[in-house]
């Protein structure tokens, strides 16, 4: 099997917006259920239908998987859609481990009242939250340091 070259957008608004699990529900509908933006949107990240399915595809653009992929594993188990990404030449550390995630019992993160960035994350737009959260992730490594 050929697989198509990775073509990452660079932008992660949308892709640190979300939890891991639903990252990997995108990806799992995009490579093997060939959903399209929309219903990925809908299903999974509880948008209404006038999303236009803009926040799955920035999750997806930015992991680089672009049209070439949609439905690309659709005959595959999870299990072998890793292995054929693990012998290709690229990069997939990022979609194989969201792959894994759907495979394994991670507990989910629940976020709490006590959490100040879920306090800000009600009156913030999400690039002002994603803007103090990497303050607040400098900040600790300069205390580590």
Known sequence: MIIPKLKPSGRDREFIKYTSKQRSEVIIGWLF??????????????KDFKSHGWQSMGILH???????????FKNHTIKEAISLLE?????????????????????????????????????????ELIE???EVVKELERELI
Do not use: A, C, M, W
Not at 62 to 72: A, N, Q, R, T
Not at 97 to 108: A, G
């Open 132 to 134: 103090i959260s990497r």
């Open 62 to 72: 930015y992991l680089g998987l672009k049209k070439e992929f949609k439905g690309i």
């Open 87 to 127: 012998l290709d030449k690229q990069d997939f550390t990022q979609i194989i481990q969201l792959l894994n995630f759907k495979t394994k019992k991670y507990p989910e993160i629940v976020p709490s009242d006590q959490d100040p960035l879920y306090v800000l994350s009600k009156y913030l737009e999400p690039d």
């Open 33 to 46: 259920k060939s959903e399209n933006h929309r219903e990925l949107d809908i299903k999974i990240l509880d």
